[in-house]
Structure formats: structure tokens, C-alpha cells
């Protein structure tokens, strides 16, 4: 079976490291796992290091964001196959059994990838992934949405990664996405219909960023946008409007879940109307419809009564429906 390289960025006191490498040999004899410490202020390579674990090992260097912490991890790497862990994300403890057994299927395939579960910092269900289905060519549905959801996720031959030239630093937001697509560009990608993905999402740091750093998040993923379909196909270059207005939309509802006043309310919809004007269809939209409810109810009603203003989506009705499969099953060990 191929060598595998799980990289983790940073400390993660929930990851268990003893027992993932427990795991790992279990599972994949051949895996190491390779902490990047990205100058972080905590116990790091203190933890890391005290455990005493042949297979783990530990580079500290300056803060350079998670471009770079990713590139300098697969400049490490010896293995053949790279996994991603974000230091708040989580895996099920088949997700690179699962995934390595993938590509070992289709020798053709760049990387393989499954599906995401929303959590929150407890480690609660906020809701799944729309299942999606592609397989092989992904390149045009991906250029749409970053259906791979977080860097989290991707089980990526290292000749490949190497191929495209890593993650892009300059890329201040959606670098996994812009990687994603880059490779989807030369590879196919294999699916793994699981639910093997734990993607935390932390309403903190939403906050900061979208009271402290909207413009920059908004000017950054814009050009990173602009910039993707720029080196597209003639043929896929139109899709850049429907590709904003996912962007601008997202901006926009992160904007109304966060909203403390009026002033939030209204920047959130200046985002949701530029979605709109980059594609009019939004209106159509079944997903889209309860975001701009609650926005209309939001600019007429009192704060105190927003946190009551919540919509249950019909896509994520749909993907509550119960299942027996392995692959709706969480458990609490990363792997």
C-alpha cells in the first residue's frame, strides 16, 4: 500500500495524536504524520514532541499562513500520498483507508475526496454537506463551488501536488479552492461517498473576520476568482459571474448570521444584491430565497428578535434524512 504523510498545521488537543497513530498503523502501516507548527503561541512541539512517537514528526517555523505551512510540510514529506488537517478540523477514522483504497482503484486519479459534516466548537452537528456526486472530470463543477469544502479533505498523490506548484501564499482567501482547481485542471478526482469530513466552524472567528476584515476578505477572493478563470478555457470564462455571485452570496449570509446592527445588516446586503446582479437566476433559487427573507425581515424588525429569524433549508432537510450506511456514522476518533 502507498506511504501516506498526514500533515496537521498545528496543534490540536482533540486530534489525539497517540491514538490517530494508533490508528494509522492499524489501518495504514506505511503512514507518518508530520506536525507544521505555523507560529503558534501554544505547547506545540512541547506535546508533540513529549509524546515520544517514532512515526511523529515536528518542524516549528515563523508564521507564514497556511499556503505556506502546507508547501514547507510537503517539502518534508516522504510519502507518496499527502493528507491536509487543519488543527480544528477532524477526520472519521476510515477517511484515509477509505480514500488511499480509492486511488489505489483508479491509478488515473490525482486525488480523492468525501464528504463534509459542519461543526461547531463543541463538536456538535451543525449540519451535512449536500451530497454531491462527481467523479472523474470535475474541472467545470468545480471552477462553480469548492464542492471539497476545506483543505481538510483532499488525499492528494504527491507527485501531483508537486506537479502544480503547491498552494498559492498570495492567495489571502480560498487557496484551498484555487489548488483544488488547478489539479482538477490536469487530474481527475476519485469520490469517496462517505461522510468522512468533520469541518469546524468557529462562530468567534467568523465574527472577527467579518467585523475586522470584510474588505480584505471580500477584495482577496475576488481576485483570487478573477484570477482562476482567467487561465480557464474560453468556454468556461462566463461561468466567472455564476462563480462571484456563489462568492458574494456566502459573503453576505456570514454577514446576517453575524449581524449585531443595522449597519452589518445593510453591508450584508450590499453583498447579497452584487450577488444578484452578478446572476439574477439567485432569485430563482430555492437555497438562496429563506437568506433573502431573513435579510427584507432583518431591515424592518428589532435586533432582539433576529436570533429568532431562522429558516430550515430544504437541502439540509434533505441530507438529515436518516441512513444506515457506514458512511453517516461520526465517531469521535480522528484517523
Not at 484570477?227 to 468556461?236: L, M, N
Not at 430563482?284 to 432583518?298: F, G, I, N, T
Request: aromatic share 10%; net charge positive; proline share 7%.
Amino acid at each position: 500500500m502507498s506511504d501516506t504523510l498526514v500533515f496537521v498545521p498545528a496543534w490540536n488537543e482533540e486530534l489525539n495524536l497517540p491514538t490517530v497513530l494508533a490508528e494509522l498503523h492499524e489501518r495504514l502501516p506505511n503512514a507518518d504524520v508530520l506536525v507544521v507548527d505555523d507560529g503558534s503561541t501554544d505547547r506545540t512541539v512541547e506535546l508533540a514532541e513529549s509524546l515520544g512517537e517514532p512515526r511523529l514528526r515536528v518542524h516549528s517555523y515563523e508564521n507564514g499562513g497556511l499556503a505556506t505551512a502546507r508547501n514547507r510540510g510537503m517539502s518534508r514529506a516522504g510519502g507518496e500520498l499527502l493528507a491536509f488537517v487543519d488543527a480544528d478540523d477532524l477526520w472519521t477514522p476510515d477517511k484515509l483507508e477509505a480514500q488511499v483504497a480509492a486511488l489505489d482503484r483508479r491509478p488515473e486519479a490525482g486525488a480523492a475526496y468525501s464528504w463534509t459534516r459542519y461543526i461547531d466548537e463543541t463538536g456538535a452537528e451543525l449540519r451535512l454537506q449536500t451530497p454531491v456526486h462527481f467523479d472523474g472530470d470535475v474541472y467545470r463543477p468545480l471552477l462553480l463551488r469548492n464542492f471539497l469544502c476545506s483543505g481538510s479533505n483532499i488525499l492528494i498523490r504527491r507527485e501531483v501536488a508537486e506537479a502544480v506548484g503547491g498552494f498559492d501564499p498570495t492567495a489571502l482567501q480560498m487557496e484551498d479552492w484555487e489548488f483544488f482547481v488547478r489539479v482538477a485542471a490536469r487530474w481527475p478526482f476519485a469520490l469517496v461517498a462517505r461522510y468522512q469530513i468533520l469541518y469546524r466552524v468557529w462562530s468567534r472567528s467568523l465574527s472577527w473576520a467579518m467585523a475586522s476584515n470584510q474588505d480584505m476578505w471580500e477584495q482577496s477572493g475576488r481576485r483570487t476568482i478573477e484570477r482562476v478563470f482567467a487561465s480557464a478555457p474560453p468556454e468556461c470564462r462566463p461561468l466567472v459571474h455564476r462563480r462571484l455571485a456563489g462568492f458574494y452570496f456566502r459573503l453576505g449570509h456570514r454577514g446576517l448570521v453575524m449581524a449585531q446592527d443595522r449597519a452589518a445588516v445593510r453591508r450584508a446586503g450590499q453583498s447579497l444584491l452584487r450577488a444578484l446582479r452578478e446572476d439574477p437566476r439567485r432569485l430563482l433559487d430555492r437555497e438562496h430565497r429563506p437568506v433573502l427573507a431573513k435579510w427584507l425581515l432583518m431591515r424592518v424588525l428589532p435586533p432582539r428578535v433576529w436570533p429568532m429569524l431562522s429558516f430550515r433549508w430544504p437541502w439540509i432537510r434533505a441530507a438529515r434524512r436518516p441512513s444506515t450506511g457506514p458512511e453517516h456514522r461520526t465517531r469521535g476518533v480522528p484517523g
